[in-house]
């Protein structure tokens, strides 16, 4: 898909939707869980003082992952 | 009344469940339904806690309220979330409160929605509720409740607003359910591929009920939806249950999983995940949820104050000084009270002292329960202020932050930013203390970074352990007392560190966890939640005080007094103390200098039988034995018996070596305090003093602590391990900063 990219890549104050998450097992059920899901829109809030954990506004709550984590979630910008 | 009494006992009361996402604001409402009627309930073979409360309906009957650990949903992810699992399946309450925070509705339906599934009757508290509203959402309430089919209630618990009506509508659902007249389960269609191989699964389990391993209440859809969400703790049930069947179903839902990736790429969890909030956002949709004007307005304040506390620059600084002024708080603070503790065991040894007569009795008392449990009883003040202040930062929602912040450099050790609580609460400031810690640990998903953390928490600056560094940097180190203390906080937290690494890189190897953490919007912590929490963990500590260690104070007194001198000696000293208070007392009133001579005298020759008790002792032949091993860290037999007594628990080295310290040829009159006592003895210097406290706070964890180790890693082997690596550790450091410092000649 054109304009796809990974969330790792996303400049803090964008927002995107989210296209597809490439991961399975407990990761992925945990992202599921806090509502990580094909479709959902999310806002990139800041990144930690060194750069990692980025934090995300995602339907109303704050979370935070890994950059490890954020590349296996692609996301097209709005 | 006899006759309530026997009512009472014959049906067990109500229950209710309460269940919510963390952060949904459950614990408040836990605490209004039960007050301080509350306690931590036992279920066996689990570490994380359920807490169990009564609360009264209007119609003044009793109901039995179970607080759940947080979970955001029944997939059982985290320890925490496979105890709410199970608090819901295993032992079914009667109904269940689901607690939400309205201002995110749509994540947390997600957890009720499960709840519907699994048929428990369900009442929606939609907490917060003035905070959605603030942020601009219009929540349609008899809307919501009629499309659900279930009670919803508007709630505010902090202050209260709501939560009466849910508790009696949930009253009601349970009542309800008691009589037989419970809800069906509720059936989510998850699409025509899934719907139907369901169907087949829930066949092929109705054909071989009753399932072994399960209780009657687990819908044959739900354990269906978990088989292919390849849950393994059902699959395990199932397994165990009836092997046959399990490979039945394992070969249909492999199949199914094999099927979906070829034809949509995706498998079935996440398809089942889709369809879930699918069906929540559609029932938002019709007419639940509006958002006015402006959603930019909504959480504004807490991402505004985010971008302060967790800047690039400001926001380490800003935690920095966060744990610097909670050292200061905690120490300025906790000191005014921890003295009149100690003063008051102080006069309590001095009336036992005077009124009881002489003998093994008052020896016992005095020198092992009083001794023991009145120096760790005197932390209480401090363990209290300590955690308060940790309960503001976890319920403000800080603590996360920290977390946040922290996590790029906990990682880099094989830990994780969630690490940084539990090694706080050990004395990552110091102070703290490694029982709490480890449990605090328990929020950490993964066992291999847990099993990290609490192996090394250990390594802390725990309270227990200042009353020495406080002594030795008083006798050895006055002028350098505040950079000594410094170093040790520092050497504790690059020991530590250090050894997770080295764990995690080689008996603990693997994958790092998932760093997934929400971010809760920052709150001002509600007095009564932050007392229940601290006072709670206080009598945790004053149990503790009042078994585990008076337990040990009395073994460690036993060692240091039996066998009894040999008679002869014995007898020597018994006559020339007999002799000696005899003179004393029949001298003329003016003779006060004799009379002061006499008394030191008689103090001296005290002294003197102790120190022969003690080096008869099995305590001090087993400080002699250990000589050899000790000698080059320059610990002669009476620190070596101190350490031992350390290991029930830390604050007895002080007192340990007060007693084998009562003989000293420096100070004939005995009165000098221990500090001048060790400050004149030949055998010690600013070398040896800095060893033993360098291996004081590496060497095994207390008694305490192993047992919390053994219970949270799940097996014996660690408590044994943390106990020798720790005390080699300890050893190797502590002989290498003595021959360092006795090189440099300091």
Not at chain 2, 136 to 156: D, H, K, M, Q, Y
Not at chain 2, 320 to 335: C, D, E, H, N, V
Request: net charge neutral; glycine share 8%; hydrophobic share 45%.
């Amino acid at each position: 898909m054109s304009g796809t990219i990974s969330l790792r890549q996303m400049q803090t104050g964008r927002k995107a939707i989210i296209v597809a998450i490439r991961t399975e097992g407990e990761l992925g059920r945990r992202l599921r869980d806090l509502g990580l899901i094909p479709g959902a829109e999310l806002e990139v809030l800041g990144r930690a003082p060194l750069q990692d954990p980025v934090a995300l506004r995602l339907n109303g709550f704050t979370l935070s992952l890994r950059n490890n984590e954020a590349d296996l979630i692609s996301v097209r910008p709005l | 009344m006899p006759m309530s009494a026997l009512f009472s006992a014959e049906s067990r009361p109500l229950t209710i469940a309460l269940a919510g996402n963390p952060n949904s604001g459950k614990s408040t409402v836990f605490n209004h339904y039960t007050g301080a009627r509350q306690h931590v309930a036992n279920y066996p073979g689990i570490t994380v806690e359920i807490k169990e409360g009564f609360a009264k309906t209007r119609g003044k009957e009793r109901i039995r309220i179970l607080d759940l650990p947080g979970a955001y949903a029944l997939t059982a992810y985290s320890q925490d979330e496979l105890v709410a699992r199970r608090g819901l399946t295993l032992d079914p309450p009667d109904a269940v409160i689901g607690v939400l925070n309205a201002g995110a509705l749509e994540r947390h339906l997600y957890l009720a929605v499960q709840i519907m599934e699994l048929g428990l009757p369900l009442v929606l508290a939609l907490n917060m509720y003035d905070e959605a509203q603030t942020q601009g959402l219009e929540i349609n309430i008899p809307r919501l409740s009629e499309l659900l089919e279930l009670p919803v209630f508007p709630t505010v618990a902090r202050q209260g607003l709501g939560l009466n009506e849910a508790l009696e509508a949930g009253a009601l659902a349970a009542e309800a359910s008691r009589a037989g007249k419970g809800k069906a389960p509720l059936i989510l269609s998850y699409g025509p591929d899934l719907d139907a191989l369901l169907e087949e699964l829930c066949l092929i389990l109705e054909k071989s009920a009753p399932l072994a391993g399960f209780p009657d209440a687990y819908p044959r859809r739900w354990i269906a939806v978990k088989c292919l969400e390849n849950d393994a703790e059902i699959l395990t049930l199932l397994q165990r249950g009836n092997p046959a069947l399990a490979e039945e179903i394992r070969s249909k839902t492999t199949e199914a999983a094999r099927h979906l990736k070829l034809t949509s790429g995706t498998d079935p969890e996440s398809l089942i995940a889709d369809y879930r909030y699918g069906f929540i956002s559609s029932l938002l949709r019709r007419e639940v949820l509006r958002s006015k004007e402006d959603p930019r307005q909504r959480r504004r304040f807490s991402e505004n104050l985010d971008k302060i506390l967790t800047h690039r620059l400001l926001g380490p600084i800003l935690l920095l000084a966060a744990l610097y002024g909670m050292y200061k708080i905690t120490f300025g603070l906790g000191q005014i009270p921890t003295g009149w503790l100690e003063n008051f065991f102080a006069l309590l040894r001095e009336a036992a002292a005077e009124h009881l007569p002489e003998g093994a009795l008052k020896s016992l008392i005095l020198s092992g329960i009083l001794a023991g449990v009145g120096g760790v009883l005197s932390f209480v003040p401090l363990i209290l202020i300590i955690f308060i202040l940790i309960s503001i930062l976890e319920d403000s929602g800080y603590m996360a932050r920290a977390a946040y912040m922290l996590d790029r450099i906990f990682r880099a050790f094989g830990l994780h930013g969630s690490s940084v609580m539990p090694y706080i609460i050990s004395g990552g400031i110091a102070g703290g203390c490694a029982v709490p810690g480890v449990l605090a640990a328990r929020t950490l998903r993964s066992p291999r970074e847990k099993l990290g953390t609490i192996l090394t928490l250990p390594l802390m600056v725990c309270g227990a352990k200042l009353p020495l560094f406080l002594l030795l940097t008083a006798a050895f180190f006055p002028e350098d007392a505040t950079l000594v203390m410094l170093i040790l906080s520092l050497l504790a937290w690059t020991t530590a560190l250090l050894a997770a690494k080295i764990l995690r890189l080689t008996l603990i190897r693997g994958a790092p966890t998932p760093f997934v953490m929400e971010l809760p919007p920052y709150r001002l912590p509600t007095l009564f939640g932050v007392l229940i929490h601290s006072l709670e963990r206080v009598w945790h500590y004053i149990k503790k005080a009042g078994t585990l260690i008076l337990a040990i104070s009395v073994l460690v007194w036993a060692g240091m007094t039996y066998p009894a001198p040999p008679e002869e000696s014995a007898a020597t000293y018994a006559v020339r103390l007999a002799v000696l208070e005899e003179t004393c007392s029949a001298l003329p009133e003016k003779e006060e200098e004799t009379r002061a001579r006499l008394r030191k005298e008689l103090t001296q020759a005290k002294n003197e039988l102790n120190s022969l008790t003690l080096a008869h002792s099995w305590a001090g032949r087993l400080g002699a034995g250990l000589e050899p091993l000790t000698a080059p860290l320059g610990f002669d037999w009476r620190v070596n018996i101190a350490l031992l007594g350390g290991l029930g628990a830390k604050e007895v080295i002080v007192s340990t070596l007060g007693t084998a310290y009562s003989l000293d040829a420096a100070d004939p009159g005995g009165s000098l305090p221990l500090q001048q006592r060790l400050k004149r003895d030949p055998g010690w210097n600013r070398a040896t003093a800095a060893g033993l406290m360098i291996f004081v706070l590496l060497y095994s964890p207390c008694f305490a602590t192993l047992a919390v180790l053994r219970q949270e890693s799940g097996h014996a082997g660690w408590a044994v391990f943390s106990l020798l690596f720790n005390t080699l550790l300890a050893g190797g450091a502590a002989a290498a900063a003595r021959s360092l410092l006795m090189y440099w000649g300091i």
